[in-house]
């Protein structure tokens, strides 16, 4: 069966510093991957998705990027936090069958 | 621009009440449709899942509709429980892309 991990669960960082969040997905393969962020009282925004290995699509001009090294790894980065950057991200996959499966949610406070 | 509302944004019912949530949507040209569970702080549950060629879907306690001609989408909960206190979401694909849009959903509160 098919899992999605990410990490994580929680991340408290200062302004300025650099963000890493990373996604796995076990048991399947060319996943359609994707990160979106939940702030508080917002509904989910679609930052970034990918659907293959070096592919990225940005939804959104932010302080933000995505990389897809590897067929099954998505990582969430930042190279300087903003306050602005804060909120609840979550990482998710779909495949041939058209639905989504989200991971646990990283939640990070930038201070 | 793709929109999803969902009514109510909250509701409080007795244990043991049949809900029904709607959501609705503008994508005339809808891919499928899904339904999720979100607990506080955690991540999104995966519901139930209806293609844009079918009209129901099931599971449990729980049934899903979907009506393309109107736009709208309702999930049925039967005989609701303190455990199903949770925010349901209801997203749309589109067929032209991968991007779900969200409703900002439902805060279920189911009173013991």
Redesign the interface.
């Known amino acids: 069966s098919q899992t999605i991990h990410?990490w994580p669960a929680t991340l408290v960082q200062p302004v300025g510093s650099p963000l890493s969040l990373e996604c796995t997905v076990e048991g399947t393969s060319n996943p359609?991957l994707?990160w979106y962020r939940q702030a508080a009282g917002?509904?989910?925004q679609?930052l970034f998705?990918s659907?293959g290995i070096g592919q990225i699509s940005s939804?959104v001009p932010q302080n933000l990027s995505a990389s897809r090294p590897q067929d099954r790894q998505f990582i969430l980065s930042s190279k300087k936090l903003l306050l602005s950057d804060s909120g609840?991200y979550?990482c998710?996959w779909?495949g041939g069958?058209?639905?989504?499966?989200?991971?646990?949610?990283t939640?990070l406070t930038v201070v | 621009k793709q929109e999803v509302t969902q009514i109510p944004a909250a509701l409080s019912v007795p244990e043991g009440e049949n809900l029904v949530l709607n959501c609705s949507f503008t994508d005339s040209a809808i891919?499928?449709l899904?339904w999720?569970r979100q607990d506080p702080?955690?991540?999104?549950?995966?519901l139930l899942?209806i293609?844009s060629s079918q009209r129901e879907q099931t599971s449990g306690r729980l049934n899903a509709s979907l009506d393309k001609s109107s736009g709208r989408s309702t999930l049925y909960i039967a005989a609701s429980q303190p455990g199903d206190s949770a925010t349901y979401?209801c997203?749309e694909?589109g067929g032209s892309n991968?991007?779900?849009t969200?409703?900002?959903?439902t805060l279920l509160t189911v009173n013991p």
Do not use: C, D, I, P
């Not at chain 1, 069958?97 to 949610?105: E, I, M, P, V």
């Not at chain 2, 702080?41 to 995966?46: E, H």
């Not at chain 2, 969200?102 to 959903?105: A, L, T």
């Open positions: 990410q359609n994707y917002r509904g989910l679609l998705y659907v939804e609840f979550l998710a779909s069958g058209g639905g989504y499966t989200f991971g646990s949610g939640r | 891919y499928n899904q999720f702080g955690k991540g999104l549950t995966s899942l293609q979401l997203a694909r991968y991007k779900l969200f409703g900002k959903g």
